[in-house]
């Protein structure tokens, strides 16, 4: 078969951060509402202080407003809680992200659950789970598996229905919110995970693979059914036998290239989805607590 056509998520996560800013502008000039963000972030990891600092960047290139918060890695739950708590009362902040992971002495449960769900635009709280579990018009969508959706919908022109999906990984973050998103599309949903049987069985009837477990070059292209289209949630940082390091997802895609319709690169696939899915939730969420239509993105 010849090379997979390329799912472009950056140039994808570009034009929905055009949308995002455009319906900004409507709601600052119908409204008089210009949403805010405040993304916190506890401790001091490189990789988490780029992300944290690319969000700022593109919530103010959109339009909206960004407040940043930087505590110190010794910070206590309550010191958390108490941050968490000023950010739900005040009516500039339509969203809170509080970057995960947190250090060892907070129960990370604790903070997601004291997050206001209607300002919970990375879609962790237990509300905003069990809405999308029930397919209820409210929830908010957690960023990542909301990013793969919309590749998805715009790969097969929004005929998702009574296609076989494999997600590979049962994480909170993607893979259980991604089986929802997929089911709610009418696919036929396997989740696989660590103990599945035979994972290459489970792939070799999937229309569509999600893989998100975390394992470097984990997805063999030998093991895709021809013609499969591949989302690659995977961003794993591994060395490089000439030194030095590069970033490869969860799927060999050299090998995955040469079976598949198409298939996400890693970076510039799932990663600048994130992000973009991150400002539409807050427009989202800033349209609902504000009793505005939600505004096309
Ligand atoms: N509460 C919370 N919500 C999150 O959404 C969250 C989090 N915590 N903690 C950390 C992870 C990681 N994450 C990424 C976002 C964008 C890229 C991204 O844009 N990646 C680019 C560049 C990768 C690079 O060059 O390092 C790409 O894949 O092309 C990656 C990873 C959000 N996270």
Known sequence: MTDAAIIDGKAFAAGLRDRVATAVAGLKRDHGLTPGLAVVLVGED????????????????????????????????EDLLAKVHELNADPKVNGILVQL????????????????????????????????????????????PLGCLLLLRDYFGGALSGKKAVVVGRSNIVGKPMFNLLLQESCTVTVAHSRTADLPAELGQADIVVAAVGRPEMVKGEWLKPGAVVIDVGINRIEKPEGGTRLVG?????????????????PGGVGPMTIACLLRNTVTAACRQNGIDEPSM
């Open 46 to 77: 490189p990789a988490s202080q780029v992300y944290v600092r690319n969000k700022g960047k593109q919530t103010l290139e959109a339009g909206m407003e960004s407040y940043e918060f930087k505590l110190p890695d010794t910070t206590s739950q």
């Open 101 to 144: 992971p947190l250090p060892k002495q907070i129960d990370e449960q604790a903070v997601l659950a004291a997050i206001d769900p209607n300002k919970d635009v990375d879609g962790f709280h237990v509300v905003n789970v069990g809405r999308l579990n029930t397919g209820s018009a409210d929830a908010l969508v957690p960023c990542t």
């Open 250 to 266: 969860d799927v060999d895609f050299a090998g995955a290239s040469k079976v598949a319709a198409a298939i996400t690169p890693v």
